[in-house]
């Protein structure tokens, strides 16, 4: 979970943004950015509104219990034995315009909305109390969210853990005659135990030729010898992603695959020594691209991203693809994932971790093992 250090600190950047362009207010009902910014965790249904002023005060509005950081919260109800609660949205909207009246102070003449992700009955509630002019901060956010704090990178690393715990499974679990689904319900059984509760495990389950698309959920499809299995995972316990693949040979690998190994994972490694601040997030896609290509074994074979930011969304920026305007910063968490895809192979070698950004070099988040 987010922690109270990680809140506020986010809230002094948002703050500092709003300082420079010159906002009274910012508001959001998106459940995510209301968790980054207080540590308040609701799910994806149930509203949940932030209005944060630019005197640095904050009002929340939750159904959760637990919130890190905020100066006012107001409780929503979203079940009563005393009323039938049809509307929460409704609920929730005039409790944040009821907060608004109260707050004295100077009049709110400019308000920033994260429209992307917040209803249009909150906007023309904030616009009709204020008579503020409203603009967009969807762009904003990105922008903040790109910068990654302690206690952010610490939820993707209890999503990795998950990860571990799959691929140890896995290593167990595949073997010839059985299915995709058998695999994935070995996977899902242990991700589980581990987290103690129940966790989505989504990701890209399928081995063999069926990988040369691009993967996708499992299926009845069988495990056969000299299949290579590739399992990309993207866990999210809380809402931080993380985002992984190892690959899998079902049976000792053929001399073909092992040396389409030692590629992919020759490239995983350039990119590593390729990412430091300042450099272009395409110039990095470019080097991968070409070091794949200049191989005969695995020409033409990679075709989609060399890896993407991630954080509680599975992918952000900064993006590893050759339209990408995306620049390497300290605090970036992203992925490297080449790979290679061919009948030749039976299937494909996607390789893949996750890093952050630091002063002093890159950071490799997760140390499962890459081997076949």
Known sequence: MLKRTGCIERQQRLLKRMEQENWDLFVTGNFRTVYYFTGALTPADVPALLAIHGDGKCTLVTSSKQAEWADEILPLETWSMDRAVTMPMRDATSLLANALLRKPGAPISRCAVEMAATPGLVEGAVRHLSGASITDASETLLALRKRKEEDEIEEIRQALGLCSTAYLTARDAIEPGLTEIDVFN??????????????????????????????????????????????????????????????????????????????????????????????????????????????????????????????????????????????????????????VYTKALHGGIRLEDNYVVRDGGLENLFDFPRDL
């Open 186 to 339: 070995a996977l899902q059984s242990a991700v589980t135990r581990s987290a103690g509760t129940s966790v989505a495990l989504l990701g890209d389950f399928a081995c063999g030729e069926r990988a040369i698309g691009g993967g996708g959920p499992p299926t009845e499809r069988l495990v056969r010898p000299n299949d290579l299995y590739i399992l990309d995972l993207f866990p999210a316990p809380a809402l931080y992603f993380g985002d992984t693949c190892r690959t899998f040979s079902v049976g000792p690998p053929t001399d073909l695959q092992y040396r389409a190994w030692e590629i992919v994972n020759e490239a995983v490694q350039l990119a590593e020594s390729s990412v430091k601040p300042g450099v272009a997030a395409r110039d990095v896609y470019r080097t991968v691209k070409e070091f794949l290509d200049g191989h005969e074994l695995t020409a033409g074979s990679f075709l989609h991203h060399a890896g993407h930011g991630i954080g509680h969304h599975g992918h952000e920026a900064p993006r590893l693809i050759p339209g990408s305007d995306d620049v390497f910063e300290v605090g970036d968490v992203f992925t490297l994932e080449p790979g």
